[in-house]
């Protein structure tokens, strides 16, 4: 029984995904592989290469390879599935996009985002928005799935010394091409993997005042998040968008200012492990969830505690 | 250019559901149920390109219980022409609508697809990828913006960190994500005018697909309740909290 987990990168860096994944690929029990598939992505299959627990990483390298276009990285994945009895994405954009396109050309189910491992085909996996939690079981000879980050500790990065082999990638599709990426440059951290994160919902009001939050997530070394009412309103950029149907995260502190709580966000947060709210609402259902709640109005608030932390 | 909308219904997205007792899965028994958002999206982006005379005809789809026939009739309110189901008492996974769903886009021969991303209730986010790959279609997955032009469509997406833009050859498979639109609002007239657009139905059996489960449910629990904590006075108290209690700043 060999696994193999395909690697969440940008030709550059290992993104840290991929090492959640390796983490829930080592549960399964047996070998751990891990395909690069990009261009020019040597350094990231050395990254690879690195973490811990990793046997072995396939490294295919070529152009049609280098903006993850679902088509081209699927057949990639195909090419070199067979004799793996698991194939672990990260539930990450790029991982939910390929992996069904792979378990569909194998005839097999997908078993999506996963945040336990029972056995070797049998996960748990929420529903519903997390407010229900099914163990599922797939009969498959190949379980293709996908990996809820925030269900498994990381892997360390370093530590390993997997074998690197390069393999022959797959020829274009030529059905679909790349036309451009339009990604936000910051210097915070990643929201996904961040160790404190500052959300903001429509109680901020406007994209000007969304700025409040810039301080305080200074301070706090966090990456900003949002609600979906204040991503849809314009107050924020869609990929802050914490929830159900967006970034699911877990982070040490979860700071909630001006967002009331509706289950679709709650299930994108509720499994941090300290989560404050900050709310004009006294009745607000962020408070059934936080540890610490504080009724006020936020723009008071907020600099009071950018200026005491 | 016909386009094809698959339509699925869920429970409504304000309804909290509640785990059974036996852990047979949750109960739907009573609570009201809706088209899946991101597939109303779906519907409302197929009518706008109908609109603007992009697409010919919009065919909304729906696998399951007769009662998605009201789902349906929802969706040409909105603006379908017409309306299939494919009707089951069964469980369907999201591989087996995609096979149901390849053996319509093979009967009806449309150039695009437009689909949820995901489904609310199962949150598998599967359905339209896994029907790409079976017809070996290109794929556009999470549309924030889709436009179509002779014999190709661009999409923009959310991915993480920012939106990406790919153009894809027809025919293909778009998703939607919750920016693509703000699906409009449904009239008493177009309503009635609904009821009387055709609706066929056909059976999985008919297709000659087969639609059984392939990941079996064990159980489905509650999620590990979390507690609701306390209201601290001021900020200096949440400051003292986080640093003394919590430990996290």
Redesign the interface.
């Known amino acids: 029984m060999t696994t193999l987990v395909i690697a969440e990168h940008d030709n550059a860096q290992l993104k840290g995904a991929t090492l959640n994944t390796v983490a829930a690929a080592a549960k399964l029990g047996g070998e751990v592989h891990v395909l690069v598939a990009g261009h020019n992505a040597k350094a990231v299959a050395e990254q690879a290469a690195g973490a811990a627990g990793v046997a072995k990483v396939l490294l295919a390298d070529a152009p049609q390879l280098a903006?993850g276009?679902?088509?081209n990285l699927?057949a990639q994945v195909l090419a070199v599935a067979s004799g793996y009895s698991h194939l672990l994405f990260p539930a990450?954009?790029?991982g939910?996009?390929?992996?069904?396109?792979?378990?569909?050309?194998l005839?097999?189910?997908?078993?999506?985002?996963i945040i336990g491992v029972e056995s070797a085909d049998?996960f748990q996996r929420?529903?519903?928005?997390?407010?229900?939690?099914?163990?599922?079981?797939?009969?498959?000879a190949v379980k293709v799935i996908t990996v809820r980050t925030t269900g498994f500790d990381a892997v360390a990065a370093t530590g390993g010394s997997g074998a690197i082999e390069t393999v022959e990638a797959v020829a274009d599709?030529?059905?679909?091409?790349?036309?451009?990426?339009?990604?936000?440059k910051s210097d915070r951290p990643?929201l996904?993997g961040a160790r404190?994160v500052v959300s903001g919902g429509r109680g901020l009001g406007s994209a000007e005042n969304f700025k409040i939050l810039d301080p305080l997530a200074d301070k706090?070394g966090a990456a900003l998040g949002a609600s979906?009412a204040a991503?849809?309103a314009g107050y924020a950029?869609?990929?802050w968008?914490v929830g159900?149907?967006g970034?699911i995260v877990a982070p040490?502190?979860y700071v909630a200012v001006g967002i009331s709580g509706a289950?679709?966000h709650l299930a994108g947060m509720?499994d941090s492990?300290?989560?404050?709210a900050i709310n004009k609402d006294?009745e607000a259902p962020i408070?059934?969830?936080?540890?610490?709640?504080?009724?006020?109005d936020l723009f008071q608030?907020v600099p009071?505690?950018v200026a005491?932390? | 250019m016909k386009v094809l909308v698959p339509v699925k219904r869920v429970?409504d997205?304000n309804v909290?559901?509640r785990?059974k007792s036996d852990q047979t899965g949750?109960d739907i028994a009573n609570v009201k149920m809706s088209m899946n958002p991101?597939d109303e999206i779906a519907v409302e982006e197929a009518t706008r390109l109908k609109e603007k005379g992009g697409a010919a005809e919009v065919i909304a789809v729906s696998c399951g219980v007769a009662q998605c026939q009201e789902t349906l009739r929802t969706a040409m309110a909105i603006g379908a022409d017409r309306g299939i189901l494919v009707q089951t008492d069964a469980e369907l996974?999201?591989?087996a609508v995609?096979k149901l769903l390849k053996s319509l886009v093979e009967k009806e021969q449309p150039q695009l697809v437009i689909l949820g991303?995901?489904a609310?209730?199962?949150?598998?986010?599967?359905?339209?990828?896994?029907?790409?790959?079976?017809l070996d279609?290109?794929?556009?997955?999470?549309a924030?913006k889709v436009e179509v032009a002779d014999g190709s469509i661009?999409v923009t997406?959310?991915?993480?960190?920012?939106?990406?833009?790919?153009?894809?050859?027809l025919p293909?498979i778009v998703t939607t994500?919750?920016?693509l639109n703000e699906p409009r609002y449904v009239t008493l007239p177009n309503i009635m005018k609904a009821k009387k657009k055709p609706l066929d139905t056909v059976t999985p059996e008919e297709l000659g697909v087969d639609a059984a489960?392939?990941?079996?449910?064990?159980?489905?629990?509650?999620?590990p309740a979390?507690k609701?904590?306390?209201?601290?006075a001021?900020?200096?108290a949440?400051?003292d909290?986080?640093k003394n209690e919590?430990k996290?700043?």
Request: proline residues 5%; aromatic residues 4%.
């Open positions: 903006d276009l679902a088509e699927a990450t954009a790029s939910k996009n390929v992996a069904p396109r792979v378990a569909a050309k005839d097999v189910a997908q078993v999506s985002d049998t929420p529903i519903y928005a997390g407010n229900a939690i099914a163990t599922v079981q797939s009969g498959d599709s030529g059905k679909s091409s790349f036309v451009g990426r339009e990604v936000a990643e996904a404190v706090l979906r991503v849809d950029p869609n990929d968008q159900q149907t970034k040490q502190l289950i679709q509720k492990k300290v989560i404050v006294p408070f059934g969830v936080a540890d610490y709640g504080l009724v006020g608030v009071e505690l005491s932390v | 429970v997205y909290k559901v785990v949750v991101f996974q999201p591989l995609a991303k995901q609310i209730d199962d949150d598998a986010n599967q359905t339209g990828q896994m029907l790409a790959a079976l279609w290109p794929q556009a997955t999470f924030s661009t997406r959310e991915v993480d960190g920012g939106l990406e833009t790919v153009k894809l050859s293909a994500d919750l920016r489960p392939r990941l079996k449910t064990l159980k489905v629990t509650e999620p979390r609701a904590g306390i209201k601290v001021d900020v200096a949440l400051v909290k986080l919590a996290v700043v």
